[in-house]
């Protein structure tokens, strides 16, 4: 599934300052309702992160983990992933299971199907 992104700086900024924030040492996810009806992403690495190759790999892994992740049919949210300067140097499973413990703190629901 395709999501809807955030691309305007004045929507980043809304959910930076009105929305709640979940800090790992490997991501940070910004949450907040938003009045459109559908859930809108966006994703964020700065230069502290490394160099472009870094920055987009670090993109790569964190839009692959919402997908593993976020449904579709959550309602209204504009959610945020900042990656931290250890993000690209990751695996995509570690990426994804930080992913689902901020998820899990923020009350999102889990479209990951649990392992028995």
Do not use: W
């Amino acid at each position: 599934m395709r999501y809807r992104t955030i691309c305007k700086n004045k929507e980043f900024t809304r959910v930076y300052a009105r929305g709640k924030s979940y800090v790992h040492p490997q991501l940070v996810l910004y949450v907040a309702k938003n009045r459109v009806g559908h859930t809108r992403i966006g994703l964020t690495a700065t230069k502290k992160v490394g160099c472009a190759v870094l920055r987009n790999r670090a993109r790569r892994v964190m839009r692959a983990a919402l997908a593993e992740h976020l449904p579709a049919d959550i309602g209204g949210y504009d959610v945020i992933l900042v990656a931290r300067a250890q993000t690209p140097r990751l695996k995509s499973t570690q990426v994804s299971k930080t992913l689902a413990k901020l998820m899990r703190a923020a009350g999102l629901p889990d479209r990951a199907v649990p392992r028995t």
